[in-house]
Nanobody, 125 residues
Framework: VQLQASGGGLVQAGGSLRLSCAAS????????MGWFRQAPGKEREFVAAINWNGGSTYYADSVKGRFTISRDNAKNTVYLQMNSLKPEDTATYYC???????????????????WGQGTQVTVSS
């Protein structure tokens, strides 16, 4: 499995970015997808997740109402639309693929077997 994340960049506070993660090598529609992020000196943290058909989505409290996760199974791609960005959103963002079971497990990094290389998001104040 290969996951290729893209769409990161430098944006001013209040701006928007859309991250994409293209998957290959497995049947994409069988898997849940997640986005995690890691800032320098901090642990990797959950951002958002979506189940196999897009019917259920989950968000960290810190991004609820600002970020939207979606997927296009025909394009083997998951997206993260990020609006109203804040400097504290600055991090490397990773997409992940796996089979988490239950709400709590969607937020746990170890429930995801495959990871992309990360894309940097920098929000200036």
């Amino acid at each position: 499995v290969q996951l290729q994340a893209s769409g990161g960049g430098l944006v001013q506070a209040g701006g928007s970015l859309r991250l994409s993660c293209a998957a290959s090598g497995h049947t994409f529609s069988n898997y849940a997808m997640g986005w995690f992020r890691q800032a320098p000196g901090k642990e990797r943290e959950f951002v958002a997740a979506i189940n196999w058909n897009g019917g259920s989505t989950y968000y960290a409290d810190s991004v609820k109402g600002r970020f939207t996760i979606s997927r296009d199974n025909a394009k083997n791609t998951v997206y993260l639309q990020m609006n109203s960005l804040k400097p504290e959103d600055t991090a490397t963002y990773y997409c992940a693929m796996g089979f988490p079971l239950g709400l709590t497990n969607y937020m746990r990094a170890h429930e995801y077997a495959y990871w992309g290389q990360g894309t940097q998001v920098t929000v200036s104040s």
